[in-house]
């Protein structure tokens, strides 16, 4: 969810061992119990309202950073779910079109079957690619002489250059921007609606969004200033994102459906304080 939904002017996140919680060992007390001791060992931890320094309680920002890190391990791997007609290919071949496209990548643990599609193969290096903000890398996976990203929603597009530099720019702003997603699967072997996608297969992503914390530089969007970093924790919408490739190896054209959402740079730009006018 790098971008989205651009107006006309934007078109082209102590105390084991009975250690108390400033760092000093409890004094002993007489005889404790062992149900006591437990207490006193636990409140150590994670305090009480006899504690003379209360838990601060977490804003709503840093519920959601708290909530979207305990579910980033989860990037670290893929579960694959094929349907009961799943052929089995013996191996990958870039060169073709889909071997089998009942597969389905869902982000849970597990790897990519040998027989994985070529496709589904470069969509999920291009998305750990964007995890890990190597714009470069991307870039490698896309055809830059002809892709062009589409925002469906506001019929706007950027050429390939345009897109991985606002990428890069809101990756400065976020620097610890991570993004998530449901599932990828191919959703068409053979697309053959313009000169450059005949022969493609396309890859559809679903409920994809990033998570990140406005810490890095000052961020701006398009014409209007920019907003000075205050640790704003921002979650972007969810998008689905349909990506064309060719041959098995490249990346000719991208689609992103924000459901009539403000997403991507707009969208953070906006919830970080900025004002589009």
């Not at 207490?39 to 504690?51: A, I, M, P, Q, Y």
């Amino acid at each position: 969810s790098t971008m989205g939904n651009a107006n006309s002017s934007t078109k082209t996140a102590t105390s084991a061992g009975g250690l108390t919680r400033r760092g000093r060992r409890a004094a002993p007390t007489k005889a404790p119990s062992t149900t006591a001791s437990r207490s006193k060992s636990n409140l150590s931890s994670t305090g009480d309202s006899s504690n003379k320094k209360a838990s601060r309680r977490p804003s709503t920002g840093e519920t959601i950073a708290s909530h979207e890190s305990s579910l980033s391990s989860s990037h670290n791997g893929v579960n694959v779910i094929a349907d009961n007609n799943s052929k089995s290919a013996t191996e990958d071949n870039s060169e073709s079109l889909v071997q089998d496209s009942s597969i389905v990548i869902h982000t849970k643990t597990g790897k990519i079957p040998s027989n994985a599609p070529a496709e589904l193969r470069v969509v999920r290096e291009w998305v750990k690619l964007k995890d890990r903000h190597d714009s470069k890398g991307m870039m490698e996976l896309t055809d830059m002489d002809n892709c062009v990203f589409t925002f469906v929603d506001s019929e706007a597009s950027m050429l390939a250059e345009e897109f991985y530099g606002a990428m890069n720019d809101i990756c400065e702003s976020f620097p610890d921007l991570h993004f998530f997603w449901e599932s990828m699967k191919v959703v068409d072997n053979d697309c053959q609606d313009s000169k450059f996608l005949e022969g493609t297969a396309k890859v559809l992503i679903t409920n994809y969004y990033g998570v990140g914390t406005h810490t890095g530089k000052p961020y701006h969007f398009g014409p209007y200033p920019p907003v000075e970093p205050q640790g704003a924790v921002v979650r972007d919408e969810n998008i689905q994102v349909s990506l064309w490739i060719q041959g098995g190896t490249s990346i000719v054209r991208v689609d992103i459906h924000a459901f009539g959402k403000l997403v991507g740079p707009p969208g953070f730009y906006t919830k970080i304080g900025g004002l589009i006018m």
